[in-house]
């Protein structure tokens, strides 16, 4: 079968329409950090139609072609890289998008296709038996080792020089509520576990501020008297999210008698709180656990943002990124572990 001068078999054509859609997820998951769960689905159903018109040319090709090329490879990707997905999945490696992404390529691509395109034979390396989705996933791997160098660089010839200069860098506060990641700050100095981005903003959908106006009035909206009567909805703390709010979450106990005391100024006082910020009454109130953020790692985010006018961030760059890449090195070059090696 040919398709614009390519010759490859029916179900290799047709592994190539995951390309755009791995385009997609991988654009995506880096503007939102959200791949919605549909996406897999015809990707799925798709896959299991070409691996069962795959098995069937390889019986009727005769030889090894059923044994050798098709159900070694098979068992391989189905019996190791889904098992792969599902352990990083278990312990936290992966998002859940990742780990679907990863058993929707075992099953669409649990051989190595091949690609004559005129003198030239895509992929260009391949090992004697492989598995086309685990040199996808190698490839991803080998591609996200490259990221925190490159963050490093760019870091060393900005003059930034610190202990987390491979894994983020320091923007202004004011492009936090657009920004993907997690802080790298606490109080205390830089550290690698920092408050996620996401819960902040979930933090600031519930109150029903902007994180400009809890700078502004930072005393006063750490007495956790100045919680909203009525929250609004925390949303899932995405960018992109769109989630009508009350200012400041409502009524305010502040505007009240139990307002936080003010100094001659006009400024509020730091008092101590027994709930600083509101958070574990906020963790309280929500479903789920915000990212699995502690009361304690949210006031120390919200400790730094409320003074601090830049801070260090992780993009927390997605995985999907280097699967894409991944496989588009996989359908042109091959194995670059293997390849490289060998």
């Known amino acids: ?12 054509l047709c592994r190539l329409l995951a390309v755009p859609v791995f385009a997609w ?3 995506r998951d880096l503007e939102t950090r959200r791949v919605s769960s549909s996406v897999w689905i015809p990707l799925s159903l798709l896959g299991t139609v070409l691996l069962v018109w795959d098995g069937w040319l390889a019986w009727t090709a005769g030889g090894t072609g059923w044994t ?19 352990l990083f999945w278990w312990v936290g490696g992966f998002g859940g998008a990742d780990a679907k992404a990863l058993l929707v390529l075992a099953v669409f691509f649990p051989t190595f296709p091949e690609y004559a395109l005129g003198s030239w034979t ?3 390396e391949t090992p004697p038996l492989g598995t086309f989705s685990f040199t996808i ?4 791997v080998l591609v996200g080792i490259t990221l925190p160098l490159f963050l490093a660089v760019r870091n060393a010839v900005a003059g930034r020089i610190a202990p987390v200069m491979f894994v983020g860098w320091p923007i202004s506060w004011e492009r936090i509520p ?15 576990s920092g408050l996620d981005l996401d819960a902040l903003r979930m933090y600031l959908r519930w109150r029903g501020l902007s994180l400009a106006a809890l700078r502004e009035h930072s005393e006063r909206y750490r007495d956790p008297a100045t919680l909203p009567a009525e929250p609004n909805p925390p949303t899932d703390g995405a960018v992109t999210a769109d989630e009508p709010t009350r200012g400041d979450g409502g009524t305010l106990a502040s505007d009240g008698d139990s307002a936080a005391p003010e100094a001659e100024d ?15 009454a906020f963790l309280d109130d929500i479903e789920g656990s915000a990212y699995g953020t502690t009361p304690e790692t949210l006031r120390d985010g919200l ?7 830049t801070v260090w961030v992780s993009p927390g760059t997605p995985f999907l990124v280097p699967v894409f890449a991944g496989l588009v090195i996989a359908l042109v070059y091959g194995d670059l572990l293997l390849g490289t090696l060998l």
């Open 1 to 12: 079968m040919t398709l614009a001068g390519a010759v490859a078999t029916g179900p290799d």
């Open 25 to 27: 997820v991988a654009y």
């Open 68 to 86: 050798y090329d098709f159900l070694v490879p098979t068992a391989l990707s189905l019996g190791l890289v889904v098992p792969i997905a599902y």
């Open 122 to 124: 895509l992929p260009l």
């Open 137 to 140: 996933l190698t490839n991803a």
């Open 178 to 192: 657009d920004t993907h990641g997690s802080l790298l700050e606490t109080p205390a100095g830089l550290t690698r």
């Open 266 to 280: 006009g400024s509020a006082t730091d008092t101590e709180h027994d709930d600083p910020w509101g958070a574990e």
């Open 303 to 309: 400790e730094v943002l409320a003074r601090e006018e």
